[in-house]
């Protein structure tokens, strides 16, 4: 079992920097593939980042690329997201995932293990 806690969402103005983190609880944490995923009201969650159990491969949605980094300490069983130049569209509660495999995937249904949420909310 894995249990994860995101923290470090918040209300911020666009423009604004923001970072999340995931703690992860459980012996698998590295060697699983961690996601992020956010979910806006009335809007399916959609995938935000991923990155593999050594942190090498990451994988970005489009939207996010070149603002968003995710990056990980297995050391500290954390995983995190940079967000810089936040937008309004940005606005979500955004999500921690683990697989139970080492190779990250852009799909919410290859996830097993989910936290309970941490709202961001950027204003304009």
């Known amino acids: 079992q894995v249990q994860l806690v995101e923290s470090g969402g918040g209300l911020v103005q666009a423009g604004d920097p923001l970072r999340l983190s995931c703690a992860a609880s459980?012996?698998?944490?590295?060697?699983?593939?961690m996601g992020w995923f956010r979910q806006a009201p009335e809007k399916e969650r959609e995938f935000v980042a991923a990155?593999?159990?050594?942190?090498?491969?990451?994988y970005y949605v489009d939207s996010v690329k070149g603002r968003f980094t995710i990056s990980r300490d297995n050391a500290k069983n954390t995983v995190y997201l940079q967000m810089n130049s936040l937008k309004p569209e940005d606005t979500a509660v955004y999500y921690c995932?683990?697989?139970?495999?080492?190779?990250?995937?852009?799909?919410?249904?290859?996830?097993?293990?989910w936290g309970q949420g941490t709202q961001v909310t950027v204003s304009s």
């Open positions: 990155i593999s159990s050594s942190g090498l491969t990451k």
């Open positions: 995932a683990a697989r139970s495999a080492r190779i990250p995937t852009m799909s919410r249904n290859d996830y097993d293990y």
């Open positions: 459980g012996r698998s944490f590295s060697s699983s593939a």
